[in-house]
């Protein structure tokens, strides 16, 4: 048997609703299916006004975007997360300020976060790894003290929810990413959450999607010809997009339903591994609710996490890890970071195994990868 680390998960609804949108004769962004779609996140999941893009990378750099960063602005983030997390600070010349993570989530740890934090801090880039939420209530009440917005990169974590409240919807923005290898996805594209009832915000936002125009005023009959008033870019995607994009809306939950159904069985075979302490699998604390996005293994060392992927690849189980850390890659080390400037994310992403996770696999390729996986546990 070949297991794949991941494939993409196909509702089978694509292709006729992208035949409807070719039907419609308008294949740009914003049309029929980017309204639909935008109307289900904003409803499903409670969020004031959404932005389609063309990835959470350009959603992030809409957020940078509109927090106006400056060269000598400080963001504060994981270093246990994705480049773009980064970029759309690195790309408005602030600094990325690297925080540790909690052994248990993976996710950003609030206390080292108060510490990191300084006169020159704007912004809190929480990254919700795994689609767990990070502990929301003390990030928003260190951002309230402080004075700092917040966006939350929740790329992995739509259909996710911290304390009842879906992630994304917690910060003054957040990320989605709809990516072939997230839950719900369209091969390529994101969205903005913004969360505040900001006028002028989100009049910005419009432009800046619209190219620096007010082409939104101009479709909405405010103005009688559109012209450019700001600087901007082009993050929208096409309704072929949004099209396919709304098959996967429609089947959300059988899609969560489905991947809480593969978590839970890796967990059933792999608890008694964690109890007696051989390995740690993903945490899920009770103020969350996953979207069981990804599963990983902690391996005690480096080199049993090395041998065991080798063992599996064997077997033909794809596997992968995750991250290097930002801080202790070439770039961190163009902005002065080091390795040794966060020991637990260096020890952690080190020890990292993922494993195949992804909606459409079947019961005997799950029972397939658990058998290989405790056989290796057996003899650690
Ligand atoms: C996937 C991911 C991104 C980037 O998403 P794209 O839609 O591919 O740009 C950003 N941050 C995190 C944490 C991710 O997992």
Redesign the pocket.
């Known amino acids: 048997m070949i297991i794949p680390f991941y494939k993409p998960y196909y509702t089978g609804a694509e292709e006729s609703y992208i035949r409807d949108a070719m039907a419609r004769n308008r294949i740009s962004g914003d049309g029929f299916y980017t309204a639909k779609v935008k109307e289900f996140i904003e409803e499903m999941f409670s969020v004031y006004k959404v932005f389609l893009t063309t ?4 959603a ?1 750099e809409m957020a940078a975007l509109l927090l106006n960063l400056e060269p000598g602005d400080e963001v504060l983030m994981p270093s246990f ?2 480049p ?2 980064a970029n759309a600070v690195v790309l408005r010349g602030a600094r990325p300020v690297f925080v540790e993570i909690q052994a248990s989530t993976l996710n950003i740890d609030p206390a080292d976060l108060e510490e990191k934090i300084t006169p020159r801090s704007k912004a809190i880039i929480p ?1 919700h ?1 795994a689609g767990i939420g990070c502990e929301m209530d003390q990030i928003m009440s260190l951002a309230r003290e402080h004075q700092l917005q917040v966006i939350e ?1 929740a ?2 974590a739509v259909n996710a929810s911290y304390r009842g409240r879906y992630l994304g919807t917690w910060g003054q923005m957040g ?1 989605y ?3 072939e ?2 839950n719900i996805t369209c091969g ?3 969205a903005l959450l913004i969360n505040v009832g900001d006028t002028e915000m989100i009049q910005r936002a419009e432009q800046i999607i619209q190219k620096g125009t007010n082409r939104r005023q101009f479709i909405d009959g405010e103005v009688d010809r559109y012209t450019w008033v700001n600087w901007g870019s082009s993050y929208t995607p096409s309704e072929v997009l949004t099209a396919f994009l709304y098959a996967q809306f429609m089947e959300l939950e059988r899609i969560t339903a489905k991947r809480r159904m593969i978590h839970g069985a890796y967990t059933h075979y792999l608890l008694p591994y964690a109890r007696s302490g051989k390995i740690g699998i993903p945490v899920i604390p009770s103020a969350c609710q996953s979207n069981y996005h990804l599963y990983y293994i902690l391996f005690p060392t480096e080199t049993a996490r090395k041998n065991a992927q080798k063992a599996l690849a064997s077997s033909g189980i794809e596997t992968a890890f995750h991250y290097v850390p930002l801080h202790s890659s070439p770039m961190g080390q163009r902005l002065g970071y080091r390795s040794g400037d966060l020991p637990l994310t260096e020890d952690l992403s080190r020890r990292l195994l993922r494993l195949p996770f992804f909606t459409g696999m079947t019961d005997s390729e799950i029972e397939y990868v658990m058998e290989h996986v405790t056989g290796i546990l057996e003899k650690i």
């Open positions: 990835s959470a990378t350009h992030l997360t994705f773009s997390t990254v790894y990169d790329a992995q990320c990413s709809f990516h290898t997230k390529e594209g994101g």
